[in-house]
DNA sequence: CCAACACGATAAACCGCTTTAGTAAAGCGG
DNA sequence: CCGCTTTACTAAAGCGGTTTATCGTGTTGG
């Protein structure tokens, strides 16, 4: 009843087991009538060689790891990660690989690593000097690091979060905003601060506001949802000091602010001009249609995987360039209304 | 320079092989003196066991599969995928499994199951006599169908589909609507025609259309994307036997219909009433947000995980009842206009 | 004082495959 | 007919863990 061995296949077509994995492995180097017996032995016996005897062996597991710093429930609520899963994806399938997920096991990543059976990992918006990538390295594992930063242990993949963050606020101040917010990424793991992409995206928004020589703004933060999204608008400031435009680290709660603002009897983008970060597909059907930074989401996947993939054939490689990123206007923005009025505008 | 072994560690400390490999699965057999030691240097050494080596021992590899039918970049544009995977995502965490994406592999499916080291599979809209259920069988790994057929072998998740569906159809029919068309899932490889799911969908929908003793509506095949929908618009006829409903089996497919409906300089719903199958998130951000049968995806995922989690533990476990659908009536439906000149209602 | 018995640690077999080194037979030129 | 190379196939040694059976040893009970 249990699982058909190489030996089975062996003694069945009369042959060593060595024959049998010459059949599968190379050929060429068996006679044309053993070659076809073999074959057909195993077919008949619906043969399998076991994985994880052939990665042990080969020292090659044909799987490449994702590290997902949260609950995998968290982070595929946001879209983004279907997006780079796309990009990975693409290159998975040319290369004739699968893909792992790798969520923290039993709450730490570190345990997760040990544990995952991969010719290399990609990581998500962890530092280089997290204690999860330290265990990769002590190991020995190639690794890609997405969204994080330099690091001259790693390839590291990026785009330009400051430039797309200060044309989003650019944009904001050019149609005459002076009140601004800011919804900022969440951690990526509960021990961190800013993530390496916030702090660039915060420092790229700042850069703008400085220069416009504006007050500095409000900043909240909130987790990549919706919800989180509706949550940070209702803990913005209100009164005198409400914001006429906010600037948002991700789509999903940039869409967020602008449901709970609707709900709140707000008009976006007339009471509230919203500007999201990312590009999601979905952001384009949105009510209105959201005003945001593209990034290259799938690009950067794939990016991400060809780079990891040669490393894992040994060759070593530099970081590339950021990718860049671009603003889209849409319809969530609009004009400041009666920005100075000498009283309460309202 | 390579990785450290266990007898690496062995040696070090002093010990025997065995002895390391106790400290960490039976730590209670040995003294409490060694096993500190033992602790200490592997710590050390920063010593992490081969997991594929861990695997062919204790014959579990701490994993489960999700069998891809298609290529990731295109199942992935579908959050569908998402959700599932936010299902068996709670599962897998909860019982510290890592999730393997199984694409096919050079373009065969059943190539990627041999090479996946899995200790059980999730297989997503593929038939009980699909070949690769076939080769999961002959190979002797759990399996739990989602969105297949009845089957005496494996324990299949499902929906109520044709419920669903007819409920879809009823409600179009109920606003006058007598010129219908439905957009079918595509096939879940190139080989088959209507998925199971497609095939019970149609079943609901037709029920409803004959019930009603409406003409037999045209139908259209669709991918899973808003592109796709796209299409499908434009290959619905025109004219007279224009329909001014269309049933979509997928919500992807039906923001695409809108979507091209609205270019082609029509109104939804004034002129074309759309209902979608799904309930995604993003389909209540739609504009205008889309009127739809919800099925509990991550319920779905999450049982599926629950049912092969006991497979792999040796319960023998049955196919549970499907789960209910409920139709969601948004603002992509209204009443049929002007359908009969003479004695209009409306 | 000796048999009985935990206790702590180990040697060796095993998991299922790949691969190196090697053997026997066949082919070949001289 | 002999040495030499090919060809076709195999034995056995890993790969890096786990696990079973065993073995000293210091403790006890009778």
Request: charged share 15%.
């Given at each position: 009843?249990?699982?058909?061995?190489?030996?089975?296949?062996?003694?069945?077509?009369?042959?060593?087991?060595?024959?049998?994995?010459?059949?599968?492995?190379?050929?060429?180097?068996?006679?044309?009538?053993?070659?076809?017996?073999?074959?057909?032995?195993?077919?008949?016996?619906?043969?399998?060689?076991?994985?994880?005897?052939?990665?042990?062996?080969?020292?090659?597991?044909?799987?490449?790891?994702?590290?997902?710093p949260q609950?995998?429930?968290?982070?595929?609520?946001?879209?983004?990660?279907?997006?780079?899963?796309?990009?990975?994806?693409?290159?998975?399938e040319?290369?004739?690989?699968?893909?792992?997920?790798?969520?923290?096991?039993?709450?730490?990543?570190?345990?997760?690593?040990?544990?995952?059976?991969?010719?290399?990992?990609?990581?998500?918006?962890?530092?280089?000097?997290d204690?999860?990538?330290?265990?990769?390295?002590?190991i020995?594992?190639?690794?890609?690091?997405?969204?994080?930063?330099e690091?001259?242990?790693?390839?590291?993949?990026?785009?330009?979060?400051?430039?797309?963050?200060?044309?989003?606020?650019?944009?904001?101040?050019?149609?005459?905003?002076?009140?601004?917010?800011?919804?900022?990424?969440?951690?990526?793991?509960?021990?961190?601060?800013?993530?390496?992409?916030?702090?660039?995206?915060?420092?790229?928004?700042?850069?703008?506001?400085?220069?416009?020589?504006?007050?500095?703004?409000?900043?909240?933060?909130?987790?990549?949802?919706?919800?989180?999204?509706?949550?940070?608008?209702?803990s913005?400031?209100?009164?005198?000091?409400r914001?006429?435009?906010?600037?948002?680290?991700?789509?999903?709660?940039?869409?967020?602010?602008?449901?709970?603002?609707?709900?709140?009897?707000?008009?976006?983008?007339?009471?509230?001009?919203?500007?999201?970060?990312?590009?999601?597909?979905?952001?384009?059907?949105?009510?209105?249609?959201?005003?945001?930074?593209?990034?290259?989401?799938?690009?950067?996947?794939?990016l991400?995987?060809?780079?990891?993939?040669?490393?894992m054939?040994?060759?070593s490689?530099?970081?590339?360039?950021?990718?860049?990123?671009?603003?889209?206007?849409?319809?969530?923005?609009?004009?400041?209304?009666?920005?100075?009025?000498?009283n309460?505008?309202?």
């Open positions: 009843m249990s699982r058909v061995t190489i030996a089975d296949v062996a003694s069945a077509a009369g042959v060593s087991k060595t024959a049998v994995s010459f059949a599968f492995n190379s050929p060429e180097r068996l006679g044309h009538a053993t070659l076809e017996r073999v074959l057909g032995v195993a077919h008949d016996l619906g043969y399998a060689p076991h994985p994880a005897a052939r990665a042990l062996s080969t020292r090659r597991s044909g799987t490449i790891g994702v590290l997902i609950r995998l429930s968290t982070v595929f609520a946001n879209p983004f990660v279907s997006e780079l899963i796309q990009g990975l994806g693409e290159l998975c040319e290369h004739d690989l699968a893909l792992l997920l790798v969520p923290p096991l039993d709450g730490s990543l570190e345990a997760a690593i040990r544990h995952a059976s991969v010719d290399g990992f990609i990581s998500l918006g962890l530092s280089p000097h204690r999860a990538v330290e265990v990769l390295d002590g020995g594992i190639p690794t890609v690091l997405i969204d994080s930063d690091s001259s242990t790693h390839p590291v993949v990026n785009v330009d979060d400051r430039g797309g963050a200060q044309a989003a606020a650019s944009h904001l101040l050019g149609l005459g905003h002076r009140q601004l917010a800011i919804v900022v990424l969440p951690p990526a793991r509960a021990e961190m601060s800013y993530t390496p992409t916030a702090t660039r995206r915060l420092a790229g928004y700042n850069a703008a506001i400085e220069a416009a020589g504006v007050p500095a703004p409000q900043s909240v933060t909130a987790g990549i949802s919706v919800a989180a999204g509706m949550r940070a608008f209702e913005l400031p209100s009164g005198a000091s914001p006429t435009g906010v600037l948002v680290m991700s789509d999903m709660a940039a869409i967020g602010v602008m449901k709970a603002a609707q709900t709140a009897g707000m008009r976006v983008p007339g009471d509230l001009s919203v500007v999201g970060f990312d590009d999601l597909p979905l952001s384009a059907w949105t009510n209105p249609p959201l005003t945001t930074v593209r990034q290259p989401i799938v690009d950067k996947g794939r991400a995987a060809r780079m990891l993939i040669e490393r054939n040994g060759k490689v530099g970081s590339p360039a950021p990718l860049s990123t671009t603003l889209i206007v849409r319809a969530s923005t609009s004009e400041a209304r009666n920005l100075d009025l000498p309460d505008r309202r």
